[in-house]
């Protein structure tokens, strides 16, 4: 059975929608989703993607976090020895035509980091749907391949193997393909609106543990799912 999405994704949507004036058939237009889709989408029957959210909030001119912004997290003691082990091949992970996500450790809620493998797929930033923005903190290390990460407020800088970069994800910003072979890295993210997207995307709950292993091909990827 499909599992559905949390509401406030969805309830956001259409709260934002309204304010800006648009209707469902306005904003299908603009962003390129069909109008039946929005329609799904904001009454939580159908899954908000990761591909989804940023094309809907680069259409509203708004920031990414604001489709993520839920009800306040009511306050809990510190956890005190958690611990999350993924074992190889185990991860829950989501993937499109411009990115692979693998998200270890995706039972822990309420998380202060987000540890997030990605292939990127993407060789420019409007293959990507553009540059995308959150709030908090990231780290980027290049685990294979090589990329550029480019942004609203720097020139693109290119990263190889064993490159890592911290930077605020404040900052609009987009990951994309260089090389010729694939390219994985490590992103580590911090911040509510990051904890609320991986908890969404990670619904999906794919098992594809060749996405997580810098040494497999796309191609191979693709056959292993």
Do not use: W
């Amino acid at each position: 059975m499909t599992e559905t999405l949390p509401p406030h994704p969805a309830t956001a949507l259409r709260a934002v929608r309204l304010e800006q004036g648009l209707s469902l058939r306005a904003l299908s237009e603009r962003v390129g989703i069909p109008y039946s889709t929005l329609s799904k989408l904001e009454n939580g029957k159908m899954e908000m993607t990761y591909d989804k959210l940023l094309r809907l909030a680069q259409g509203l001119g708004i920031d990414l976090g604001k489709l993520l912004s839920g009800p306040a997290e009511p306050a809990i003691a510190p956890a005190v020895g958690r611990r999350s082990v993924t074992r190889a091949g185990e991860a829950t992970a989501a993937q499109s035509d411009v990115y692979a996500h693998v998200y270890p450790a995706a039972e822990l809620l309420q998380k202060m980091m987000i540890p997030i493998l990605i292939e990127v797929r993407a060789r420019s930033v409007d293959e990507m749907g553009g540059l995308v923005r959150h709030s908090g903190e990231e780290f980027l290390y290049v685990l294979a391949g090589s990329m550029e990460i480019h942004s609203d407020l720097y020139a693109p800088l290119q990263l190889a193997i064993g490159d890592s970069l911290y930077f605020d994800s404040g900052m609009a910003h987009a990951y994309v393909k260089t090389g010729e072979g694939s390219c994985h890295v490590l992103s580590v993210c911090a911040g509510p609106g990051v904890q609320r997207l991986t908890e969404a995307t990670a619904l999906k709950r794919m098992h594809t543990p060749s996405i997580a292993d810098p040494g497999v091909s796309e191609l191979e990827t693709r056959r292993a799912t």
